[in-house]
């Protein structure tokens, strides 16, 4: 038997390598994360309490995951960031009380031009993906067009509990303020509430982005960003994905999503999918290809009450990843519909269970 060691001295980590015969490789790391003991036997994590150290074991590893990286696939580059996260990761308190274990400055590149990234060693919601965006497209802030369509991925941050507690009680109950959608459509309006018409004010930056491309496709300044410091505070949460830019070349659109916080478990898988999904709709009205989506986070950061589930989700092989198919011509983005796009080939393993912080 050969070992290999890894010290973290970032959070007391230590990692070891272990190498048996006729056997895969079995990683098992201590992480200095909280007041009690972790341990992962057999996949199982409980609960010990033993000098406040603490202890993530990442056992029986899938074979596909030897030696950490299996160039084949791309959705090796997120659960490898994951395991870098586990490995060299600073442990850091966090606005929800949660804490949190974070590298800073990380990137992924997906390929958009034979299949979608939506990943698949877990069950990504694509109707949410979907409809989400749509309703950013639409200029939209009220969450609860979204729970109508049985969507809750908005409910939490705009609940009446939740807007009186962060200074927003002059608010509507699902009233998110001006985010997302609201910054792409109406950049630099004054925001009044969700059921105000905004109608030719302010700067619409995704119309602004697909003139661009259409017109001026060299023009290194088409760029979308949802974050405005001057309504950071009328909104219930700050933007996370802050800055999209495109980039055309050879009849393809690219783009890069520069964001500020990337919660691993459960914000960037749907992060990744949402705007490679805007590339193709984006790249479809203007006539071009799709291309590349390449996505930069900042803190990029594993929620420690996402541990256990995480430390699954690193150990399943990946599968192919589905192809988009858009239905129908269409010239106007805000035509689309969720039937308009048929997504072919996913099988991704079981979903996994991901409690929500209540703020990032």
């Given at each position: 038997?050969?070992?290999?060691?890894?010290?973290?001295?970032n959070?007391d980590?230590?990692?070891?390598?272990?190498k048996?015969?006729?056997?895969?490789?079995?990683?098992?790391?201590?992480?200095?994360?909280?007041?009690?003991?972790?341990?992962?036997?057999?996949?199982?994590?409980?609960?010990?309490n033993r000098?406040?150290?603490?202890?993530?074991?990442?056992k029986?590893?899938?074979?596909?995951?030897?030696?950490?990286?299996?160039?084949?696939?791309?959705?090796?580059?997120?659960?490898?960031?994951?395991?870098?996260?586990?490995?060299?990761?600073?442990?850091?308190?966090?606005?929800?009380?949660?804490?949190?274990?974070?590298?800073?400055?990380?990137q992924?590149?997906?390929?958009?031009?034979?299949?979608?990234?939506?990943?698949t060693?877990?069950?990504?919601?694509w109707?949410a993906?979907?409809?989400?965006?749509?309703?950013?497209?639409?200029?939209?802030?009220?969450?609860?067009?979204?729970s109508?369509?049985?969507?809750?991925?908005?409910?939490a941050?705009?609940t009446?509990?939740?807007?009186?507690?962060?200074?927003?009680?002059?608010?509507?109950?699902?009233?998110?303020?001006p985010?997302?959608?609201?910054?792409?459509?109406?950049?630099?309006a004054?925001?009044?509430?969700?059921?105000?018409?905004?109608k030719?004010?302010?700067?619409?930056?995704?119309?602004?982005?697909?003139?661009?491309?259409?017109?001026?496709?060299?023009?290194?300044r088409?760029?979308m960003?949802?974050?405005?410091?001057?309504?950071?505070?009328?909104?219930?949460l700050?933007?996370?994905?802050?800055?999209?830019?495109?980039?055309?070349?050879?009849?393809?659109?690219?783009?890069?999503?520069?964001?500020?916080?990337?919660?691993?478990?459960?914000?960037?898988?749907?992060?990744?999918?949402?705007y490679?999904?805007?590339?193709?709709?984006?790249?479809h009205?203007?006539?071009?290809?799709?291309?590349?989506?390449?996505?930069?986070?900042?803190?990029?950061?594993?929620?420690?009450?996402?541990?256990?589930?995480?430390?699954?989700?690193?150990?399943?092989?990946?599968?192919?990843?589905?192809?988009l198919?858009?239905?129908?011509?269409?010239?106007?983005?805000?035509?689309?519909?969720?039937?308009?796009?048929?997504?072919?080939?996913?099988?991704?393993?079981?979903?996994?269970?991901?409690?929500m912080?209540?703020?990032?």
């Amino acid at each position: 038997m050969e070992m290999f060691s890894l010290r973290n001295n970032n959070i007391d980590t230590e990692i070891h390598i272990i190498k048996k015969e006729k056997a895969p490789f079995s990683i098992v790391g201590k992480m200095d994360i909280s007041d009690n003991k972790i341990t992962d036997d057999n996949r199982n994590i409980k609960e010990k309490n033993r000098n406040n150290i603490n202890t993530i074991t990442l056992k029986n590893m899938d074979r596909s995951m030897q030696n950490g990286i299996d160039e084949a696939h791309e959705e090796y580059q997120y659960l490898n960031i994951i395991k870098d996260i586990f490995h060299r990761g600073a442990k850091r308190g966090d606005r929800t009380g949660v804490g949190t274990i974070s590298l800073f400055g990380t990137q992924m590149r997906f390929n958009l031009r034979d299949s979608f990234p939506l990943l698949t060693t877990k069950r990504v919601f694509w109707r949410a993906v979907v409809e989400e965006l749509l309703w950013f497209i639409r200029g939209s802030t009220n969450s609860k067009e979204l729970s109508h369509k049985n969507i809750h991925i908005w409910n939490a941050n705009s609940t009446r509990q939740f807007l009186d507690d962060n200074g927003l009680s002059h608010r509507e109950e699902g009233d998110l303020g001006p985010i997302y959608g609201f910054q792409w459509r109406h950049f630099g309006a004054k925001y009044v509430d969700m059921n105000t018409d905004y109608k030719n004010q302010g700067v619409d930056q995704l119309l602004n982005v697909i003139h661009k491309i259409k017109t001026n496709p060299n023009d290194r300044r088409i760029i979308m960003s949802s974050w405005n410091p001057t309504d950071l505070h009328e909104m219930a949460l700050p933007p996370c994905h802050c800055l999209a830019q495109f980039y055309v070349c050879n009849g393809e659109l690219s783009c890069l999503l520069y964001q500020r916080a990337g919660d691993m478990g459960l914000g960037v898988p749907f992060n990744i999918a949402s705007y490679a999904l805007l590339t193709y709709m984006i790249a479809h009205v203007t006539d071009l290809k799709p291309g590349e989506f390449i996505h930069s986070l900042g803190d990029t950061h594993v929620y420690l009450s996402h541990i256990d589930a995480l430390q699954e989700q690193i150990q399943r092989r990946p599968r192919q990843f589905p192809t988009l198919k858009i239905k129908r011509k269409i010239d106007d983005i805000e035509k689309f519909t969720f039937e308009d796009l048929e997504l072919v080939g996913y099988h991704p393993h079981p979903k996994s269970e991901f409690p929500m912080p209540m703020a990032i």
